[in-house]
C-alpha cells in the first residue's frame, strides 16, 4: 500500500455543520452506486439483531445526541455486520471510499461496517496511516488557507488554546469523536469523525477526512487504540 497521498490536504478539514453552509465541505454530494465487495453476513433473529432505534437512538454524552432520522439514509450504509475474508489483522481499520464504508476488522472473518462520508472531488487520497490520538467532542482548527478562502467562517471561531479555531460542541463540524491519522511521525491533517449531518453520509463531501454519523463515530472509538492502523483503498481496490 503506498503512503497517504497528500494532495489537496491544505484545502483544510470538512466544516460541515455550521449553519453558513461553508466551503470545503459544502454539500458537493456523490451517492454511492454500488454495494460493498462484502457481503453482508445472514441476519441472525430480530431478537438478537440490534434495531437502528437502539443504534441510532438519543445519546447522553458531554453533550446530547440526537437520535438519528434513519429513513433520511441508504440502509446499506447503516452499522452492521459483515462477513470479511480481506489479509488485513484484526484491530485494522480499511476504508473503501468507492463504496462509502469504513470496515472494523474483527476476529474469525468478521467486520464491522460502517457507511462514511469522503472526500469530494479533488480530495481523494488512499494508502495507510496510523491513529495518532483520540479525542471526544474535539476543538476544530482549519487550516489558514481555508480561512483566507473563506472569510465568512471568522466569525464562527475564536482563540483556543493552540490557535484559531471552534470549541468542542453540539455544532462543531468534527462531531462526538475524532481519531487523529498520522503517517512517519507527521499529521496528516485527515481525521475520522463524527458529523453533525448524518444526511451526508454515503456521499462524497469531504475535503478528505472520514465521515460518520456520531452513533457509529462513538461506537467505532471505543473499539480502537492510539496506534490502530487505518488502511485507505483507492480507485479499484478490492475489500475482500
Same mark, same amino acid.
Given at each position: 500500500m503506498?503512503?497517504v497521498?497528500r ?5 483544510g478539514?470538512?466544516?460541515a455543520?455550521?449553519?453558513l453552509?461553508l ?5 458537493t454530494?456523490t451517492s ?5 465487495l462484502m ?19 438519543p ?13 433520511n439514509i $441508504?440502509?446499506?450504509? +447503516?452499522? @452492521?455486520?459483515?462477513?470479511y ?5 484484526p !484491530? &485494522?481499520? =480499511?476504508?473503501d471510499?468507492?463504496?462509502h ?10 467486520a464491522m ?11 481523494a ?16 482548527y482549519?487550516p ?40 512517519? $511521525?507527521k499529521?496528516? +491533517?485527515? @481525521? ?6 448524518p444526511n451526508?453520509? !454515503? &456521499?462524497? =463531501? ?13 461506537d467505532?472509538?471505543s473499539r480502537?487504540a492510539?496506534?490502530?492502523?487505518v ?8 475489500t475482500?
Open positions: 503506498s503512503d497521498n494532495r489537496s490536504f491544505l484545502a478539514l470538512p466544516i455543520g455550521l449553519a453552509g466551503g470545503a465541505c459544502s454539500q454530494s454511492a452506486n454500488r454495494t460493498s457481503e453482508p453476513i445472514t441476519p441472525a433473529p430480530l431478537a438478537a439483531m440490534p434495531s437502528n432505534a437502539s443504534m441510532y437512538g445519546v447522553q454524552d458531554r453533550f446530547p445526541i440526537a437520535a438519528v432520522d434513519t429513513s $441508504n440502509p446499506v450504509f +447503516l452499522r @452492521r455486520e459483515v462477513d475474508s480481506g489479509r488485513e489483522a !484491530g &485494522t481499520i =480499511v476504508i471510499p468507492s463504496a464504508f469504513l470496515y472494523y476488522i474483527m476476529p474469525g472473518g468478521r461496517r460502517y457507511g462514511v462520508g469522503v472526500g469530494k472531488e479533488g480530495f487520497w488512499s494508502g495507510s496511516a496510523t491513529i495518532n490520538s483520540k479525542q471526544e467532542w474535539p476543538d476544530w482549519p489558514k488557507e481555508m480561512i483566507a478562502r473563506r472569510p465568512d467562517i471568522k466569525s464562527q471561531l475564536t482563540q483556543l488554546q493552540s490557535g484559531i479555531g471552534m470549541h468542542g460542541g453540539p455544532g462543531n463540524p468534527l462531531g462526538a469523536r475524532a481519531m487523529y491519522l498520522w503517517q512517519n $511521525n499529521d496528516t +491533517l485527515y @481525521r475520522i469523525h463524527g458529523t453533525v449531518e451526508t453520509i !454515503g &456521499t462524497n =463531501v469531504s475535503s478528505g477526512c472520514i465521515r460518520m454519523i456520531n452513533q457509529d463515530a462513538i467505532l472509538y480502537v492510539v496506534g490502530t492502523k488502511v485507505v483503498l483507492g480507485s479499484g481496490a478490492k475482500s
